[in-house]
């Protein structure tokens, strides 16, 4: 094995632990914040105000994080088995080859080929 294919492996166990600490942290503070009592109560509208238009639902914007982390569970998959098919499709949608290359209006059509990954 090369130098530079072992230093890309080590770098990307590097990445996933961190991603993995990061969710854990994250789950920590969700635990640790919630006093578990019940929230206050907001106050009431006046009947004679209008309600506001309720505005379409709109998708929540898809971040970086999560669509690295949605890579990262593919790629690690039954053992790495689609790594290269994870590596090739992220080489297709970036100029650069990395994640932060792609533009982020491109980050749900590359999920939806992602989810097409290891289903044939």
Same mark, same amino acid.
Do not use: F, H, M, W
């Given at each position: 094995m090369s130098k530079m294919s072992e230093l890309s492996m080590l770098l990307d166990s590097l990445i996933e632990c961190g991603e993995k600490l990061t969710e854990t942290a994250k789950g920590l503070k969700a635990f640790y914040t919630d006093t578990g009592?019940?929230?206050?109560?907001?106050?009431?509208? @006046?009947? =004679?105000?209008? &309600?506001? $238009?309720? /505005? @379409?639902? =709109?998708?929540? &914007?898809? $971040?970086? /994080?999560?669509?690295?982390?949605?890579?990262?569970k593919k790629a690690s998959e039954d053992e790495g088995?689609?790594?290269?098919?994870?590596?090739?499709?992220?080489?297709?949608?970036?100029?650069?080859?990395?994640?932060?290359?792609?533009?982020?209006?491109k980050y749900e059509e590359l999920l939806r080929e992602l989810e097409v990954i290891g289903d044939a």
């Open positions: 009592e019940p929230e206050p109560k907001q106050p009431e509208i @006046p009947k =004679k105000a209008a &309600a506001p $238009k309720p /505005e @379409p639902e =709109k998708k929540p &914007a898809l $971040k970086k /994080e999560d669509v690295r982390l949605l890579l990262s088995r689609y790594k290269v098919q994870v590596k090739n499709l992220v080489r297709k949608y970036a100029n650069g080859g990395s994640l932060t290359d792609i533009p982020p209006e």
